[in-house]
C-alpha cells in the first residue's frame, strides 16, 4: 500500500493561543474572585492578579470574537451554531450524557454539537463579565436598578458552571473516545 496519512489540524494556531489563554485567565479570575468574595478587605496581591488576568483575557477575548467571523475552517461562526442535524446530534449528546454513556455519542467534526451554541453564550458572559468590571472599577456599583456586584457574581456562577461541566465533559469524552 502506498498510502499516506496526512494530518490536517481541525483548530488553528490562533484558536487554540485564544483558548489556552482564556483558560489560564478564567482559572485565575475565578480563584481570585472567589478570594475576593472570602473578606471585606482582599489582599492586594489577590487585586492586582485580578485586575492584571482581566487584562490578559481582553485581548484573547477579542481574538476568538474576531476568529468567529474572519477565522477559517472550525474558528467560524457557523461551526457553534445548530441548524437541524447539529440539533439532532446535540440531542444525542445530551441524551449520552443522561444515560451516563450508556447510548452512544455521535460523531461529530470539530466542536461538539451540544457544548458550540454553549460557547458562544459563555463568550456573551465574558464580554458581560469584562464590562461589569471595568463599571466596578470605576466605582460605578448600579445601572439603574441593576446591581453591578451582583450581575459581576452571577457571572462568575455561570463561569464556574460552565468550566466544571466543561473539564467534566473533556474527560468523559477521552475516556469514551477512540482517536
Known amino acids: 500500500m502506498t498510502d499516506e496519512i496526512k494530518r490536517l489540524p481541525v483548530w488553528s494556531r490562533w484558536l487554540r493561543l485564544s483558548h489556552w489563554t482564556i483558560t489560564i485567565a478564567v482559572f485565575v479570575l475565578l480563584f481570585s474572585g472567589w478570594l475576593q468574595m472570602q473578606t471585606t478587605q ?18 484573547a477575548l477579542l481574538i476568538r470574537v474576531y ?15 445548530l441548524d437541524r442535524h447539529k440539533f439532532k446530534q446535540a440531542i444525542g ?71 466544571l461541566l466543561h473539564i467534566l465533559a473533556v474527560f468523559v469524552h477521552d475516556l469514551k473516545g477512540t482517536g
Not at 47 to 58: G, Q, R
Not at 99 to 117: I, M
Request: hydrophobic share 50%.
Open 42 to 59: 482582599p489582599e492586594s496581591w489577590v487585586m492586582d492578579a485580578h485586575y492584571y488576568t482581566s487584562a490578559l483575557l481582553i485581548p
Open 67 to 81: 476568529l468567529l467571523f474572519f477565522g477559517s475552517g472550525s474558528d467560524l461562526l457557523k461551526s457553534c451554531t
Open 93 to 163: 449528546v445530551l441524551t449520552s450524557y443522561l444515560t451516563l454513556g450508556k447510548v452512544p455519542l455521535p460523531k461529530w467534526y470539530a466542536h461538539n454539537p451540544l457544548w458550540g451554541p454553549v460557547y458562544l453564550l459563555l463568550f456573551l458572559v465574558l464580554t458581560l463579565q469584562i464590562i461589569s468590571g471595568l463599571l466596578l472599577m470605576s466605582q460605578i456599583t448600579l445601572l439603574g436598578d441593576i446591581s453591578i456586584r451582583s450581575l459581576h457574581i452571577f457571572g462568575f456562577q455561570f463561569v464556574l458552571g460552565f468550566t
